[in-house]
């Protein structure tokens, strides 16, 4: 949910009752088959308790309808149509307020998340391991997706990627102990090893460490 069309970030409506800026909610859950849904993901809705609209609303609901609501003003994501929302109480909506800078940031992941799994398949030619650790060491991403980041480590073939795969903790540890079996394999092709006191990348046959210079 939430992940297709955020350009409802940027939207701005107004109550034309009370003039209050309408607060964007998230839509209630129906299913498609109860014909109640409004085939959008969040609603703009005025959350004012003065607004003329809901506080006319209870005695027109009890008077037409004989139970106690009120009606709430709403618009949908990109239109200014006037829709009006039946609630049961004043809280009604009050807890799905969305947060635009929260959804900008999980979009803005997203995106990210997208492009760098897009830059997999030219990754090994260009040499590329950006993607590769952006989608191994994020945490949030499909396990899959990082299984086939991780298996760009030695097609890559850069030493490069070793700083932030130890740097990084992995919640997982089979991905630990993956890309440990898969850094040693790296470090053998290109000759090299890494100083057990230091742990800087030195030559497989040196017999001291040129960082640190202990005898390893
Ligand atoms: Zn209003
Ligand atoms: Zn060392």
New binding site residues.
Partial sequence: MLSRDYSFLDEEHT??????KLSCCEAPQFHVGDGLGWGSDVLFI?L?DD????VRGWEQIEVQYGHRSSYR?MQLPGSTESNVMMVGNEMAFKGSIIDPEVLRNQNARFLKEKEAITALDTCVEEKNLEPVLYLLCDEAADRDVRKRAMSMLLPIGDLACIDPIRNHTFRDSSFEQETNIIISQLLQKSFKKECPYCCEIIKAQATKCMHCKAEV
């Fill in positions: 109550c034309p009752h009370c003039k209050t005025c004012n607004c003329p609209l809901f003003y």
